[in-house]
Nanobody
């Protein structure tokens, strides 16, 4: 069982930055692939970024819409996954969710409660 909790959301002007944090607990959470998703009003939840686990720190992948602006990272010693968001745009406004899955799983198995990010123009 893995428990997740997001923080760091808020209101920011376009062009600004925010860093989201996801605290994780569970005995083997650090071996899980961790992801960030977002859901804007009236839209389906969409993938933002993910980081896997390996002895070298993990592989990352990003949605095309955030490549070059967002960075996902993990600090297993602090039980935390981060999403650094730079050059924010109004279209980045959404509720952001942290998620986790075992490397063998197809779908994400555990979800946080979400944190609101609002980017004003």
């Amino acid at each position: 069982q893995v428990q997740l909790g997001e923080s760091g959301g808020g209101l920011v002007q376009a062009g600004g930055s925010l860093r989201l944090s996801c605290s994780a607990s569970g005995r083997t959470w650090y071996t899980y692939t961790m992801g960030w998703f977002r859901q804007a009003p009236g839209k389906e939840r969409e993938f933002v970024a993910a980081i896997s686990w390996n002895w070298n720190g993990g592989n990352t992948n990003y949605a095309d819409s955030v490549k070059g602006r967002f960075t996902i990272s993990r600090d297993n010693a602090k039980n935390t996954v981060y999403l650094q968001m730079n050059s924010l745009k109004p279209e980045d406004t959404a509720v952001y969710y942290c998620a986790a899955k075992r490397s063998s799983a197809v779908a994400y198995e555990y979800w946080g409660q979400g944190t609101q990010v609002t980017v004003s123009s």
